[in-house]
C-alpha cells in the first residue's frame, strides 16, 4: 500500500567506472538511481549515489530525491561519484515536498577530483523546492578539488530550494568546494569554488543565505600565489508579505536609523 502511506525507496548506487581499462578508453561509471516517490502521507527516498570514476573514467551523477506526494518531505539527492583524472560528478537534486505540507530535500554533494592534473569538483545539486507549507532543502555542496601540478577549481555550491507558496523559507545555498593546491613550482592555486544561492520565498517567510565559497589552494613553492576563494552565493529574496509590512513600516515610521540616531521621521 505504499501508493498511499509510507517513504519511497531509496535509490541504488551507481557501480564504479574506469578501472583497469583506464584512458584513452576509460569506462563510465553508472549514475545514481532516483529516489522513489512517497505514498499519499510519507517521504520521498534518497536518491543513489553515483559511481567513482576510477583511471579517467567519467564518474555518474547522484540521483535525484524522490517527490513527497501530499504530506512529506522530499528525499535527498545523492552524491556525485567521486574522479580521478576527470571532473567530479553533479549532486543530485533534492525532491520536492508534498503538494499540501513537506520540506523540499536537501541537494546531493558533488563529487570530488583525488588525483591527477585535470578536472574540477563536481556541482552540488539544488535543494528541492517546497510546494504550499514549508521551507526549500538546502544546495549541495561542491566538490574538493586535491592538489595538482597546477592548480584546479573546486565545485560550485548548489542553489537552495524555494519555500512553499505559503508559507516557508528558502533554502541554504551550498558552500563550494576546495580549491586544489598548486605542487608545481610558481603555480597558482586553484579557485575555489562559488558558494550556491540562497533559495527565495514566496509570500511568507526568509529567503534563504548565500553558501561560502571555497577556500582558494595553496600556491606552488617558489613564490606561487594562492588561488582565490570562490565567492559567496547571493541571498533569497524575502517573501512578498514580510516585504509588504516592512514597507508599511517604513511608510508609518520612518526607515531605521544607525546606532546612536534617532532614525528618520515618519
Known amino acids: 500500500i505504499r501508493d498511499r502511506w509510507g517513504t519511497g525507496g531509496a535509490g541504488g548506487h551507481g557501480g564504479q567506472g574506469g578501472g583497469t581499462g583506464g584512458p584513452p578508453l576509460p569506462g563510465q561509471a553508472g549514475m545514481g538511481a532516483a529516489g522513489g516517490a512517497g505514498g499519499l502521507i510519507g517521504n520521498g527516498g534518497a536518491g543513489g549515489d553515483g559511481g567513482v570514476g576510477a583511471s579517467g573514467g567519467v564518474a555518474g551523477v547522484g540521483g535525484a530525491g524522490g517527490n513527497a506526494m501530499l504530506i512529506g518531505h522530499g528525499g ?29 530535500g536537501s541537494g546531493g554533494h558533488g563529487g570530488a577530483v583525488t588525483a591527477g592534473n585535470t578536472g574540477i569538483g563536481g556541482a552540488g545539486g539544488v535543494g528541492g523546492d ?81 553558501g561560502a565559497g571555497g577556500a582558494g589552494g595553496a600556491g606552488g613553492a617558489g613564490g606561487g600565489a594562492g588561488g582565490v576563494g570562490g565567492a559567496g552565493g547571493a541571498p533569497g529574496t524575502g517573501g512578498t508579505l514580510q516585504a509588504a509590512v516592512s514597507g508599511l513600516v517604513t511608510a508609518l515610521f520612518g526607515a531605521p536609523g544607525q546606532p546612536g540616531d534617532t532614525g528618520q521621521p515618519g
Open 76 to 104: 535527498a539527492g545523492g552524491a556525485g561519484g567521486d574522479s580521478s583524472f576527470a571532473n567530479g560528478a553533479a549532486g543530485g537534486a533534492g525532491g520536492a515536498g508534498g503538494h499540501l505540507f513537506g520540506n523540499g
Open 130 to 210: 517546497a510546494r504550499l507549507i514549508g521551507h526549500g532543502g538546502a544546495g549541495g555542496a561542491g566538490g574538493d578539488r586535491a592538489g595538482a601540478l597546477v592548480g584546479r577549481d573546486g565545485g560550485p555550491g548548489g542553489n537552495g530550494g524555494a519555500g512553499g507558496q505559503l508559507y516557508g523559507n528558502g533554502g541554504d545555498g551550498g558552500p563550494g568546494g576546495q580549491g586544489g593546491q598548486a605542487f608545481g613550482a610558481n603555480n597558482i592555486g586553484g579557485t575555489g569554488g562559488a558558494g550556491g544561492n540562497g533559495g527565495p520565498a514566496i509570500l511568507s517567510g526568509n529567503g534563504g543565505n548565500g
